[in-house]
C-alpha cells in the first residue's frame, strides 16, 4: 500500500510541476506577450496597406480627372483665340500649335501603333544585305 500512496504522490507531483512550468513560467508570458504583439502589428500593417492602395487608386482618380479638365480648357483657349482674334497670324497665337498637336495626336487616330521597323535589321538581316 505504501507503493500506492508513493505512485499517487508522484503523479500529483508531476501534475503539480507540470501546472506551476506551464503558469509560472516568465518566458512563456514573454513569449504570449511577444505573440500578441506581432498579431497587434500585422493587422496595423494590412490596414495601412489596404489605406495605402485606397489613396494611390484616389490620386491616380484625381489626376486623371484634372489632365481631362486641362486638356478641355486648353482645347477651349485655343478655339476662343482663334474665333476672338480672327486676325492673328498663325504665329503669333500661342494656341495654334498645340491646337493642332492635340487635333492630330495618336490617341484620336484608329490606326494600332507600330512596334517594328519595315525591313530585317541585326541579326537576322540575311547575308547578302550585310555585305552591302
Not at 495618336?106 to 501603333?113: C, D, H, I, K
Not at 519595315?118 to 552591302?132: C, H, V
Request: proline share 5%.
Amino acid at each position: 500500500m505504501t507503493w500506492e500512496y508513493a505512485l499517487i504522490g508522484l503523479i500529483i507531483g508531476f501534475i503539480i510541476g507540470a501546472l506551476a512550468v506551464r503558469f509560472g513560467s516568465s518566458k512563456l508570458r514573454q513569449q504570449n506577450a511577444l505573440q500578441a504583439e506581432l498579431e497587434k502589428n500585422r493587422t496595423e500593417l494590412e490596414e495601412y496597406r489596404k489605406e495605402l492602395v485606397s489613396h494611390f487608386a484616389r490620386s491616380a482618380e484625381l489626376l486623371d480627372n484634372m489632365a481631362r479638365d486641362y486638356r478641355q480648357l486648353y482645347q477651349h483657349m485655343a478655339k476662343s483665340s482663334n474665333e476672338l482674334m480672327p486676325n492673328m497670324p498663325l504665329q503669333d497665337n500661342p494656341f495654334n500649335y498645340r491646337l493642332n498637336e492635340v487635333e492630330k495626336s495618336p490617341a484620336t487616330t484608329e490606326t494600332p501603333p507600330r512596334d517594328y521597323s519595315e525591313g530585317a535589321s541585326g541579326l537576322f538581316r540575311p547575308i547578302q544585305d550585310q555585305k552591302q
